[in-house]
């Protein structure tokens, strides 16, 4: 398998984790972070480039209504 195609596998494993374990908060229309950066890694079953495990922590907002989540692009569109 060719490295770039493994990092992109991986990051989709680790995007798998932070979304599946997340409190989605329908009120406010957001998704919180219930693991952190560590939780991550012990979580994987496998090696894994830890650069590319983002550092996130308990209680962060990953994604909201208004665009300003952390897994959020900055600045709209472009």
Same mark, same amino acid.
């Given at each position: ?5 493994? $990092?992109?596998?991986?990051?989709? !494993?680790?995007?798998?984790? +932070?979304?599946?374990? =997340?409190?989605?908060?329908?009120? *406010? =229309?957001? *998704?919180?972070? !219930? ?8 979580? +994987? *079953?496998?090696?894994? $480039? ?11 907002? +990953?994604?909201?209504? !208004? ?5 959020? !692009? ?5």
């Amino acid at each position: 398998m060719h490295k770039r195609s493994q $990092e992109r596998l991986q990051l989709r !494993r680790i995007r798998n984790i +932070l979304f599946s374990s =997340c409190f989605y908060d329908k009120h *406010a =229309c957001e *998704a919180v972070s !219930r693991v952190s950066r560590s939780d991550v890694l012990g979580m +994987l *079953a496998e090696p894994v $480039e830890v650069g590319l495990v983002p550092d996130v922590e308990k209680g962060e907002v +990953l994604t909201d209504s !208004r665009g300003e989540g952390s897994f959020q !692009r900055v600045g709209g569109r472009g």
